[in-house]
């Protein structure tokens, strides 16, 4: 997968967290995901289709998730409510619409978010393509951006 | 005047509402649904001066609710607010074609959606 697919994403989360949020954040270079099911407890998932194919999944431990939603939301939650699942999903919406705008040679249309969470489960990936992690570190704990995208045939 | 506030995430739906009421917008006026089916009943049973629609949704998505409800003769002119991650070109393009007044990508400061829905918004009734 190509760089300058996975710059957008970048680009979308950290306009996102630390210029949208406000919160200090910074990202390591992405790396390719070796196992594919390594994801902390809460993950935010959007499927990609159109020119391209593919999906992108932001994952938190539950404590950064509470505390991230917090934040978007305006309010503080203890635990993880059905309003942080909803704020997961949204925010994951948010770095997958917005990426769009730099990826222009394609059409996409990005799909309805999931959430997952547990202790360990599967994302179903697209087969063959490689996920390339962008880990970031916060002041609000660290959490994941995951992508797999197709390239331009 | 009445406002709907259309978007499946609950989350969205409570910051538009608090950007709405810290406005001066009676919180009695504000009606949620959280698709576009929804949306639609809502709009038939009540006069909906301003509609906020997200895109992505269940059942009947922001694009298509658009089409719709610009096909009804009383929501011919009525200010439609798209409010919506998606910040491709071609979504703009598309949706100001359906009939949108005036698209906003998130995320989005509270400040600056009011900027945006000012225009359209006068408390306790139509601009």
């Known amino acids: ?153 | 005047m009445r406002v709907l506030i259309v978007d499946d995430s609950a989350v969205m739906r409570r910051i538009h509402r608090n950007v709405l009421i810290e406005h001066g917008i009676n919180e009695s006026d504000l009606v949620e649904a959280e698709d576009g089916q929804q949306a639609l009943k809502a709009a038939t049973v009540q006069q909906i001066e301003l509609f906020l629609v997200d895109w992505n949704m269940p059942k009947l998505d922001g694009f298509q609710f658009v089409k719709k409800i610009r096909s009804l003769p009383q929501y011919a002119k009525t200010p439609i607010v798209m409010i919506t991650s998606e910040a491709a070109k071609y979504n703009v393009v598309e949706a100001i074609q359906a009939g949108v007044t005036n698209y906003v990508v998130k995320p989005i400061r509270g400040d600056v959606l009011w900027q945006k829905l000012q225009p359209y918004v006068k408390p306790g009734g139509p601009a």
Do not use: C, H
């Open chain 1, 1 to 153: 997968m190509k760089a300058k697919y996975i710059n957008p994403f970048l680009e979308a989360s950290i306009n996102l967290f630390r210029d949208y949020l406000g919160i200090k954040v910074t990202n390591q270079s992405p790396r390719l995901l070796k196992d594919t099911s390594d994801l902390q407890e809460v993950s935010g998932i959007i499927g990609l289709a159109g020119d391209t194919s593919g999906a992108v999944v932001l994952s938190f431990s539950r404590d950064t998730a509470i505390s991230i939603v917090g934040r978007f939301a305006g309010r503080s939650f203890n635990a993880l409510t059905n309003d942080v699942l909803d704020g997961v999903g949204e925010l994951v919406n948010i770095i997958a619409g917005n990426a769009k705008k730099d990826l222009s040679e394609f059409r996409i249309a990005i799909s309805i978010p999931g959430v997952v969470v547990g202790d360990k489960y599967r994302i179903r990936w697209p087969d063959g393509i490689p996920v390339i992690n962008i880990p970031f570190e916060s002041e609000l704990g660290g959490f994941s951006v995951n992508v797999s995208l197709k390239d331009a045939s």
